[in-house]
């Protein structure tokens, strides 16, 4: 078992970093995100295991590698490259990762039928009529837009459709 793992270690590596390259190019340049979003993020989980099988079948050599100082900065700017993305974030609120429209579609749904009718240019009397006839059930304006889904047992998506009309 060992010599297989051995074996398949720098294989298996190279496949799942080639995928985890072409589906982070395909995110980065937005070709049908879709596809890659959930390929790229498990498959990258994924490579972690033939990660350690590498370091594993290649540890005499490794063991050269880290007396060298080269090696020591290889990994020093590596870390520099990494806090470039995150110091920026530093103190940000999270969003999970999502594109901003998906907090802001957040924020709409936890405004009551009130607050975003104003912002929609309607009146709370219509934005509830109209709530009403797709289903909703509508007690008063003051209710937010998630608790009318979870009260109508319709899916927060639904909302959207009201809205958009």
Do not use: C
């Not at 498990?42 to 100082?69: A, D, E, Q």
């Amino acid at each position: 078992m060992t010599a297989f793992l051995k074996r398949i270690a720098t294989p298996l590596i190279t496949g799942l970093f080639l995928i985890s390259l072409l589906s982070g190019l395909a995110l980065f340049f937005h070709w049908n995100s879709v596809w890659f979003h959930s390929m790229h993020e498990w498959l990258s989980l994924l490579l972690i295991l033939p990660f350690v099988l590498h370091i594993w079948k290649n540890w005499r050599p490794m063991l050269g590698y880290l007396r060298r100082p080269i090696f020591a900065g290889t990994l020093a700017a590596s870390a520099l490259a990494a806090a470039a993305f995150v110091v920026p974030t530093l103190g940000r609120e999270q969003s999970g990762g999502r594109p901003p429209v998906f907090a802001v579609a957040q924020k709409m749904l936890d405004g009551s039928v009130a607050e975003v009718a104003a912002v929609i240019g309607e009146t709370p009397e219509a934005l509830s009529a109209a709530l009403r006839s797709a289903g909703f059930a509508v007690a008063d304006a003051d209710q937010s837009l998630n608790e009318l889904a979870d009260a109508s047992g319709r899916a927060r998506n639904d909302l959207f459709a009201v809205l958009a009309r």
